[in-house]
């Protein structure tokens, strides 16, 4: 009789363990991408992409996709924190982003120059007539 192989379980590449599922979840949440994940727990995309499916039977850019909108709305969980405690560059931050305001220096240079005259004659312009003053820096 012929040499017998080895027993069934002994040979082969060794199995890759389970990811730490709930660390995965924190490094999507903070917008990881899956290859850092990968990287991070010590495997490749591709298997860790085999991984989550046969975990929670959803792609992996699925689960990507679900636990960063889960960091989103943590972020603005935190955000609108910021501003009940009286954070007010957060206040300026969210009022120019969420309701569309904004700083508008342009209305300061709608007033027309005051011109005074003295006795002599001379006309002494105060402010600043944008349209005249500015246009004409570059000449």
């Known amino acids: 009789m012929g040499k017998r192989g080895p027993s069934k379980g002994t040979g082969g590449r060794p199995s890759i363990p ?7 979840e924190r490094m999507l949440q903070v917008h990881n991408n899956g290859e850092d994940c990968a990287y991070m727990l010590g495997m490749s995309y591709s298997i860790l992409a085999r991984k989550v499916q ?36 957060m206040m300026i931050w969210l009022s120019k982003n969420w309701l569309g305001m904004k700083d508008n220096p342009e209305e300061i240079f709608e007033q027309k120059p005051t011109i005074i005259r003295t006795k002599d004659g001379v006309e002494i312009k105060l402010g600043f007539d944008r349209a005249k003053d500015c246009d004409n820096d570059n000449d």
Request: aromatic share 6%; glycine share 6%; no cysteine.
């Open 18 to 24: 389970e990811p730490n599922w709930a660390e995965l």
């Open 54 to 89: 046969d975990h929670y039977g959803i792609t992996f850019e699925e689960l990507i996709k679900r636990n960063q909108q889960v960091g989103k709305t943590t972020l603005r969980k935190a955000m609108m924190n910021a501003v009940i405690k009286g954070s007010v560059p």
